[in-house]
């Protein structure tokens, strides 16, 4: 069984950082690639950045160069560096592995202006 679970939400002041994480279980984690999306209230689901297997990264307009994606060492995690952070940002953030279209739990990021 597939699990997805992420970690590193908070609360945090415009122009400030967070790291998200998500540690995958129950699948070859390097097959497909992983993605992060996010959520805010009364609005659409949306992606926010995605990673392939082999490393090559894509980014929504709203966050390129602010948010790096990146896999882990050990290949099962992958991480979402957020740098100066908006109110725009709130949202809960969910990973997603293409491959097996699971999903994460989610993690509330919420940035005060």
């Known amino acids: 069984q597939v699990q997805l679970v992420e970690s590193g939400g908070g609360l945090v002041q415009t122009g400030g950082s967070l790291r998200l994480s998500c540690v995958a279980s129950?699948?070859?984690?390097?097959?497909?690639?992983m993605d992060w999306y996010r959520q805010a209230p009364g609005k659409q689901r949306e992606l926010v950045a995605s990673?392939?297997?082999?490393?090559?990264?894509n980014y929504a307009d709203s966050v390129k160069g602010r948010f790096t994606i990146s896999r882990g060492n050990a290949k099962n995690t992958v991480f979402l560096q957020m740098n100066s952070l908006k109110p725009e940002d709130t949202a809960v953030y969910y990973c997603?592995?293409?491959?097996?279209?699971?999903w994460g739990q989610g993690t509330q990021v919420t940035v005060s202006s």
């Open positions: 990673i392939t297997s082999d490393g090559s990264a």
């Open positions: 129950g699948i070859f984690f390097s097959i497909g690639a």
């Open positions: 997603h592995n293409t491959a097996t279209e699971s």
